[in-house]
């Protein structure tokens, strides 16, 4: 069993950072994938970013690349979502997710169904 609890959520202006943290629990999290998804009010959660259990491979949907950055401390079980130059389309609910698998690339990781465990998710807020 795995627990997910995100933190770093707020309301902030366009074109400001923020950095969402994730921290997982259980004696297995460091040993799979992990993900950031988001959701906004009548949307679908989306794919936002993934990065391999040994943090060595990481991919972006087009929208938040060159802006977001993942990455994960695995001796602190805690996955990070840096996010510059924040957009009004941003604004979601952001949820951080542990994957079934080790390893993310074009065939895993971009989909809500590749992960088992589920943050309660943390909202992001950007007026313009």
């Known amino acids: 069993q795995v627990q997910l609890v995100e933190s770093g959520g707020g309301l902030v202006q366009a074109g400001v950072s923020l950095r969402l943290s994730c921290a997982a629990s259980?004696?297995?999290?460091?040993?799979?994938?992990m993900g950031w998804f988001r959701q906004a009010p009548g949307n679908e959660r989306e794919f936002v970013a993934a990065?391999?259990?040994?943090?060595?491979?990481?991919m972006y949907a087009e929208s938040v690349k060159g802006r977001f950055t993942i990455s994960r401390d695995n001796a602190k079980n805690t996955l990070y979502l840096q996010m510059n130059s924040l957009k009004p389309e941003d604004t979601a609910v952001y949820y951080c997710?542990?994957?079934?698998?080790?390893?993310?690339?074009?065939?895993?990781?971009?989909?809500?169904?590749?992960?088992?465990?589920w943050g309660q998710g943390t909202q992001v807020t950007v007026s313009s």
């Open positions: 990065i391999s259990a040994s943090g060595g491979t990481t």
């Open positions: 259980g004696r297995t999290s460091s040993r799979y994938a």
């Open positions: 997710a542990t994957a079934m698998a080790a390893a993310v690339g074009s065939w895993f990781g971009r989909r809500v169904h590749d992960y088992r465990y």
